[in-house]
């Protein structure tokens, strides 16, 4: 276990979308995953725990990995 694995699909396609968005680099999607996050208002870690959930934060992951 490299400290990003979780399950479900959703959890799956979050750590997609940070694997793609930080290069591979797991160091910075854990720095990311746990620093304060000024839209979350919290760090993306909390946000995942509390009412955005996984799905929420791929979601937004996702809007910084296909934008065009």
């Known amino acids: 276990m490299n400290g990003l694995e979780v399950g ?3 959890a799956r396609v979050l750590l997609d979308h ?3 968005l930080m290069g591979g ?3 910075a ?3 990311w995953l746990h620093t304060e996050n000024l839209d979350f208002g919290c760090s993306p870690f909390a946000a995942i725990a509390g ?3 996984v ?3 791929a979601d937004y ?3 910084f990995r296909f934008k065009n």
């Open 61 to 63: 992951l996702a809007g």
């Open 18 to 20: 940070l694997r793609a």
């Open 51 to 53: 009412s955005a959930g």
């Open 25 to 27: 680099d797991l160091d």
């Open 55 to 57: 799905a929420g934060v």
């Open 8 to 10: 479900g699909d959703d």
């Open 29 to 31: 999607a854990r720095q």
